[in-house]
């Protein structure tokens, strides 16, 4: 796996944090939770300048409205991830698509499964993530928990990673009223 890659998250209005945040609570309460920022994650790229990819996700985003986002079920990934997952419906798939118009070759190994050409694009928001704890403790808490619920992606983050460092958010254009 590459050392050093940028990533991008799309992030949520404030009401779909607060929801996100609720259940984060829930989970904290029996000392599971995470401390993960509510998103989806677009891609991950090596080899592209972050400048290049800060001026792209700016132009991708000014040229877009906030995007309408229906979390409707939990998933999980194995026995290490618990997720939300919004309904994959074709506005959030050309979405997807439009952004990885550029730099989908630069994807790599770590950004495979995000990418366009892989075509194995699971979106979803982690809930947590429990490598060393079994995930039959944290399932009927969210599953209790949880109702679907409707959002917006709002902005986007472009991020460094390894550590995790958010080098800007950009939002997504406000809609025209």
Known sequence: MENKFLIVLARFDADTQATFYRLDAALGACGQAEDIAPHITLGAYVGVSEDDLVQWTQAFAAARPPLPIYFSHVGLF???????????????LDFH???????????GEVGKPFSLHAGVWVPHAT???AP???????????TEAFEPFAGY????DVCESYPMRRLTQIPLQPAQR
């Open 78 to 92: 194995g026995s290490s991830v618990c997720f939300l997952a919004p309904r994959v419906d074709r506005p959030l």
């Open 97 to 107: 698509a439009a952004f990885h118009a550029r730099y989908d070759e630069n994807c």
């Open 127 to 129: 809930l947590a993530m």
């Open 132 to 142: 060393e704890l079994p995930l039959c403790d944290v399932v009927p808490i969210v």
């Open 153 to 156: 992606i709002t902005a986007l």
